[in-house]
Nanobody, 116 residues
Framework: QVRFVESGGGLVQPGGSLRLSCAAS????????MAWYRQAPGKQRELVAT???????TYRASVKERFAISRDNAETTLNLQMNNLKHEDTAVYYC??????????WGQGTQVTVSS
């Protein structure tokens, strides 16, 4: 049973922008804080940003002021607008519930590569 489907990744030059989207199951999305995570090659998965049901957001320090998380409760879609991308943002990005994710719900993710 697919619960999260991420999309929107790609190859972008440093300083560029991408917008990620995650289609989520309604029964999960409507009652949970949602989050974006990422995993770079050879590193552990890390929390990037969260958004509560009430819209309250949190960000890891390295993406604050550059990334913006949002949710569309009607469409049960989670978004991540990423601006001024840096090499260190290269990773596979995943959505899941926040702030730690549920192990059985990880999807395929979407690859973001920042390279000149």
């Amino acid at each position: 049973q697919v619960r999260f489907v991420e999309s929107g990744g790609g190859l972008v030059q440093p300083g560029g922008s991408l917008r990620l989207s995650c289609a989520a199951s309604k029964e999960i999305f409507s009652v949970n804080t949602m989050a974006w995570y990422r995993q770079a090659p050879g590193k552990q998965r890390e929390l990037v940003a969260t958004i509560g049901i009430n819209g309250r957001t949190t960000y890891r320090a390295s993406v604050k002021e550059r990334f913006a998380i949002s949710r569309d409760n009607a469409e049960t879609t989670l978004n991540l607008q990423m601006n001024n991308l840096k090499h260190e943002d290269t990773a596979v990005y995943y959505c899941n519930i926040g702030p730690t994710g549920r192990a059985a719900w990880w999807g395929q993710g979407t690859q973001v590569t920042v390279s000149s």
